[in-house]
T-cell receptor, first 119, second 112 residues
Framework: AQTVTQSQPEMSVQEAETVTLSCTYDTSESDYYLFWYKQPPSRQMILVIRQEAYKQQNATENRFSVNFQKAAKSFSLKISDSQLGDAAMYFCAPGLMNAGGTSYGKLTFGQGTILTVHP | DTGVSQDPRHKITKRGQNVTFRCDPISEHNRLYWYRQTLGQGPEFLTYFQNEAQLEKSRLLSDRFSAERPKGSFSTLEIQRTEQGDSAMYLC??????????FGQGTRLTVV
């Protein structure tokens, strides 16, 4: 079984500044994906960034980047040049791969971090 | 294709009634998932389909819950004899092999 901990229930950042959201997880699997999803108020869940656990290089996607520490089971999200549209609930979510190497996308979500962006 | 769509968006029902939700995944996606999300919490996995086969069900999915994906396209989630504890957002997502899941906007269920 997997567990996911997002220790920051709420974070705030000034527009154009940088913020880091933390996530730790526990899994017995050796191969998996890690995702950060964003859920704006009353809007659907949107993928922000994805990291394959076998890759040592940290994923980046425009203003979003991760710091993936596999041994420590830590997966933080850094948002640079924060924008008002970044305000949302952010979820960290590991995804399993079974022994056959088939990802079936069963995600275990953390409790979420509410990000507020101040103008 | 406009993404994953769910119907209805909102449902209010009386305790004890049956409800059914529909999910239409992205057309080429063969994997479909149902999650439940309560207010202020992360989604919890309920069940997963690969094509028409239901491959896994969470312990959260009691006997009152049933999900189908009869032709490997759309899926339905039925809750029988609803209880107040069933009030939640029910999310559907779909994906391709080794690709991320795309979520619908969810169906918000309120049991009164």
């Amino acid at each position: 079984a997997q567990t996911v901990t997002q220790s920051q229930p709420e974070m705030s950042v000034q527009e154009a500044e940088t913020v880091t959201l933390s996530c730790t997880y526990d899994t017995s699997e050796s191969d998996y994906y890690l995702f950060w999803y964003k859920q704006p108020p009353s809007r659907q869940m949107i993928l922000v960034i994805r990291q394959e656990a076998y890759k040592q290089q940290n994923a980046t996607e425009n203003r979003f980047s991760v710091n993936f520490q596999k041994a420590a089971k830590s997966f933080s999200l850094k948002i640079s040049d924060s924008q008002l549209g970044d305000a949302a609930m952010y979820f960290c979510a590991p995804g399993l791969m079974n022994a056959g190497g088939t990802s079936y996308g069963k995600l275990t979500f953390g409790q979420g971090t509410i990000l507020t962006v101040h103008p | 294709d406009t993404g994953v769509s769910q119907d209805p968006r909102h449902k209010i029902t009386k305790r004890g009634q049956n409800v059914t939700f529909r999910c239409d995944p992205i057309s080429e996606h063969n994997r479909l998932y149902w999650y439940r999300q309560t207010l202020g919490q992360g989604p919890e996995f309920l069940t997963y389909f690969q094509n028409e086969a239901q491959l896994e069900k969470s312990r959260l999915l009691s006997d009152r819950f049933s999900a189908e994906r009869p032709k490997g396209s759309f899926s339905t989630l039925e809750i029988q004899r609803t209880e107040q504890g069933d009030s939640a957002m029910y999310l559907c997502a779909s994906s391709l092999f080794r690709e991320e899941a795309f979520f619908g906007q969810g169906t918000r269920l309120t049991v009164v």
